[in-house]
């Protein structure tokens, strides 16, 4: 799932730089993991133009439509939760949305403005 969510971020990483420097796992490691995904019809090997050598992967139809699933299960399931929180408890989350969204930033940077942090209400 970590590589499918890189590739809705960063369409056109290369295998080596999913290993590496985003995905911290030894290249033969994504690249079965890239294989698996490929003979499922999820991620599509594009040859980089400059360098032949490179294949830059990037995510098929069916998995955005995939993910939005995924995602949209998602926020509705925080939604009915945070529905049920009392009025103290959703104000106190509220309250702290920016400081989390700074925490999660200094985390991660390469995920500033990635649309899987959103969350529905």
């Given amino acids: 799932m970590e590589l499918v969510r890189l590739l809705r971020r960063r369409p056109g990483t290369s295998v080596a730089d999913a290993a590496g420097e985003v995905l911290g796992l030894a290249a033969n490691t994504v690249s079965t993991l890239v294989r698996q995904l490929t003979d499922a019809g999820l991620i599509e090997r594009v040859r980089d133009e400059s360098d032949r050598r490179v294949a830059r992967l990037a995510l098929t139809d069916a998995a955005r439509s995939q993910v939005e699933r995924w995602r949209d299960r998602r926020n509705v399931e925080v939604a009915a939760v945070f529905d049920g929180l009392s009025a103290e408890d959703r104000a106190a989350i509220e309250t702290a949305i920016p400081a989390l969204t700074?925490?999660?930033?200094?985390?991660?940077?390469d995920r500033t403005g990635d649309s899987d942090q959103e969350v529905a209400r």
């Fill in 102 to 109: 700074r925490l999660a930033g200094a985390l991660h940077p």
